[in-house]
C-alpha cells in the first residue's frame, strides 16, 4: 500500500511546500505508519487516493498540516542552550535598547517555536531582570508550522521534564501545579503571541513585520543548501537594522549566506545585520 517510489513523491511534495527534506532512511516508518492512520480516518483504500486528495482537494490545507504535525520533530524545554538567553537580556536587548526609537517596542521572534518553552523562556529572562522591561515594551511571537505544537504553547501547561532546568523558585514563582503537570501563572499565559506560519509563506511572514531579535535554533539542519539560504535571506529581509538572530549551537550562519556579521558574546556566537 505504501512503497519507496511513494514516499519518494510525497517527499518531494513536502520539500516543494515547506522546504523540509526527508530522509528515506531516517522518516519513512514514521511516514508509513501515518499513511496508514489517515487512509483508515478518511476511509481512503490507497496512496494513490490520498496522494490525490493532498494535491488536489485539499483547499484549506488541513490535510497538509496534518501531515507537517507528522512530520516535524518538537524536543524541547525551558532554559534550553540557556547561555543564549543571558546573552540576549545582558548584551543584546541593552544595546538595542539604546539604538532603538524610545517610543517602539523591541520585537523578539521564535522561529520554530514548538510548544512554547523558547518564548516563554525568554519572558521569564526578563522577568528576572526586570530593569529593562520596566522602561521598554517587549513583544515576543512564536512560529511553528506545526499546528497541534502551536495550540499546547497557547494552553501553557508544561511537563515535569520541560520545566527541569528551571530554578525550583522560578518554578515556584511562575507555575501551579496541576496533576502531573505545571500551568503558567494566568498573568503569563498570553505574554507570547503564537501563530502557525510555514517559514517560506512569505506573505505571512511579511504580515508578522520587523524584528530586533529572531531565535531560530536548530530548525535549518531539516533543510538542504537551497531551502537554508531561503530561510536565511527571509529573516535578513525580517530585522531591522543592526538586528540580531541566534541559531543552534552546531549552526553556522557564514556557512549559509555572507550577509550577517558574526559577534561573539561570552561563549555565545550570534550574527548581526
Known amino acids: 500500500m505504501f512503497n519507496e517510489a511513494n514516499f519518494a513523491k510525497l517527499s518531494e ?11 528515506e532512511s531516517k522518516h519513512y516508518d514514521k511516514i508509513n505508519k501515518f499513511i496508514l492512520s489517515r487512509l483508515k480516518d478518511l476511509e481512503l483504500d490507497g496512496f494513490r487516493k490520498y496522494f490525490f486528495k493532498l494535491r488536489f482537494e485539499d483547499n484549506d490545507a488541513k490535510e497538509f498540516q496534518e ?24 548584551h543584546v536587548l541593552p544595546q538595542l ?29 526578563l522577568l528576572e531582570e526586570a530593569g529593562l522591561i520596566e522602561n521598554r ?13 502551536i495550540q499546547k504553547a497557547q494552553d501553557g501547561k508544561f511537563s515535569e521534564r520541560s520545566v527541569h532546568a528551571i530554578p525550583p523558585v522560578q518554578v515556584q514563582k511562575y507555575f501551579k501545579k496541576v496533576g502531573m503537570s505545571y500551568q503558567l501563572i494566568d498573568d503569563l499565559v498570553g505574554a507570547v503571541e503564537f501563530k502557525v506560519i510555514n517559514i517560506f509563506d512569505r506573505a505571512a511572514l511579511r504580515d508578522l513585520g520587523k524584528f530586533d531579535v529572531i531565535f531560530s535554533r536548530n530548525m535549518l539542519i531539516y533543510f538542504d543548501d537551497a531551502s537554508k539560504k531561503e530561510v536565511a535571506m527571509n529573516f535578513y529581509d525580517m530585522l531591522k537594522p543592526q538586528g540580531y538572530i541566534f541559531l543552534g549551537h552546531a549552526e553556522y550562519m557564514s556557512r549559509i549566506v555572507s550577509v550577517f556579521k558574526a559577534k561573539k558574546f561570552d561563549n555565545s556566537l550570534i550574527y548581526q545585520k
Do not use: W
Request: one cysteine or more; proline letters at 5%; charged letters at 25%.
Open 13 to 23: 511534495f513536502i520539500y516543494r511546500k515547506s522546504g523540509i527534506f526527508l530522509e
Open 67 to 90: 501531515l507537517m504535525n507528522a512530520v516535524t520533530v518538537n524536543e524541547t524545554y525551558f532554559f534550553r542552550e540557556h547561555d543564549q538567553f543571558e546573552v540576549l537580556v545582558n
Open 97 to 125: 535598547n539604546q539604538i532603538r526609537p524610545k517610543n517602539e517596542p523591541l520585537r523578539i521572534l521564535s522561529s520554530p517555536c514548538s510548544t512554547g518553552e523558547e518564548p516563554y523562556s525568554m519572558v521569564l529572562y
Open 137 to 149: 515594551d517587549v513583544e515576543i511571537i512564536g512560529i511553528d508550522i506545526d499546528s497541534n505544537v
